[in-house]
């Protein structure tokens, strides 16, 4: 679905979607294993500006590498947006100079609008954690013979840490803990 500005000129427009997986392409690591449903509004904030307001609230569910042990996992999303995206010629107006906290929170668009599925990919590349981690207990991966200490403990014994790093291991030890 197209949002575009001559539309949001005249009125909100309102979406309820539904996009079956395999539609949008997140990255390599990242698939969406159901149908991503989505329901919101988008309305033009500024005209002379072109500064579009999106929100809405979205739910899916994708399929991810644990960060620590590799194996797949799941990662339900349920999220509620509230994006500001601005036209592409106002980013490109400020070059290298400092940017401000609140360009931060704004999205840019190129041509004469943007599409629902451009904006709930990025809403469900937010929504999920930095580290994608199939279980908060997970054990990970041995980092000397590659067993994955979840299905099984390998015993091995970690190698020895550098002797170098003893005076500032002992250093640490002697200033006690950080507070």
């Not at 904030?45 to 590498?65: F, K, N, S, W």
Request: proline residues 4%; contains cysteine; hydrophobic residues 35%.
């Amino acid at each position: 679905m197209f949002i575009g500005l001559r539309e949001l000129e005249l009125h909100t427009v309102r979406f309820n979607v539904e996009i079956p997986a395999g539609e949008i392409d997140y990255d390599s690591k990242i698939s969406q294993s159901s149908v991503l449903h989505s329901e919101g509004t988008a309305q033009l904030l500024d005209h002379a500006l072109g500064e579009i307001r999106v929100q809405g609230d979205m739910d899916v569910t994708v399929e991810a590498t644990c960060d620590r042990c590799l194996e797949p996992a799941i990662f339900p999303i349920e999220s509620h947006f509230d994006l500001i995206y601005m036209p592409a010629s106002h980013a490109k107006a400020g070059g290298e100079d400092e940017i401000d906290a609140a360009s931060v929170e704004v999205g840019y668009y190129e041509g004469n609008g943007l599409t629902v599925k451009d904006i709930l990919r990025e809403v469900v590349l937010l929504a999920l954690p930095m580290q994608l981690v199939c279980a908060e207990d997970c054990k990970g991966i041995c980092p000397v013979c590659g067993q994955n200490r979840n299905q099984r403990d390998c015993g091995c014994q970690p190698e020895m840490a550098d002797g170098r790093w003893s005076k500032l291991r002992d250093f640490r030890a002697e200033a006690g803990p950080r507070n």
